[in-house]
């Protein structure tokens, strides 16, 4: 089996079985962090361009190693210093990566739609590495992983995702991938910051965080976004932490083994206290590093990859 697009956008637009298909190719991806030598001949010949006009850490240094341990040529585009600031518009600077030789575009961009709008004037793979407040599939895919890898099954347990629903790319592909594979979940934060109609897209809503606690198997917790929020949606940040902060008390509400997951960039203090993060349930740092290998997985998958076998050999 292989995907069906050359480009992946979101998971709302993946099959249950491209879904499975790239957790399973994750897994001979990430025995490669094993090894000593960290290299497959895999991507030999392909040039891989990161693209990002938005900040990041996490995402941007997980495809870079995941291009590299794969043998692929990467280069890191700063926009701020690239003739984007010239007025270039995103389908000329697209085109022009292609004219460069660029196999695998992988973006990041303030307006959602942005990697659909370039997927549809190149002929290389597009990757959405988040747009707006739309998708960040990779980070739900990772996402997917970590909870498969320390739960064993995604059916049927009960996902929280709490805090700022609306801004957050992260919670939609969360919901998006969750949903498809059989969890059941519950969206929590102040009503501001959950957006209108939600359940439609299969989920429940809970305002009240001590409640969705309850008998949940995996708390994912958001930051608030507050570089997309226009207006106050809610008083102080003080407020928000007292209602909706997970600390060690208010987390003795979910099951005694429940994962306590965060994409990253955390506000230690705000949604989260520095004790849950760094504890024993936290699986905060294993999401980072298991970002490399889906991301590995996607990258060997859109190249025309198809038995996993190929890669751990
Ligand atoms: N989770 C995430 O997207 O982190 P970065 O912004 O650091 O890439």
Redesign the pocket.
Known sequence: MRLKSKDVLGLEDLSVEEIELILQTAEPCKQIFTRDIKKLPTLRGKTMVNLFY???????TSFELAGKWMSADVTNIATASSSVVKGESLKDTARTLEALGANIIVI?HQMAGAPHVIARCVKASVIN??DGMHE?PT?GLLDLFTIREHKGRIAGLKVVIVGDILHSR?AKSNIWGLTKLGAEVTVCGPPTLIPQGIERMGVEVEYNLDVALRDADVVNILRIQLERQKKGLFPTIREYSRLYGVDAKRLRIAKPDALIMH???ATLGVEITADVAESARSVIRKQVTNGVAVRMALLYLLSGGGASSEIAG
């Open positions: 938005e900040p990041s850490t996490r995402t941007r990041r590495a988040g960040h980070q992260v994409p990253g960039p």
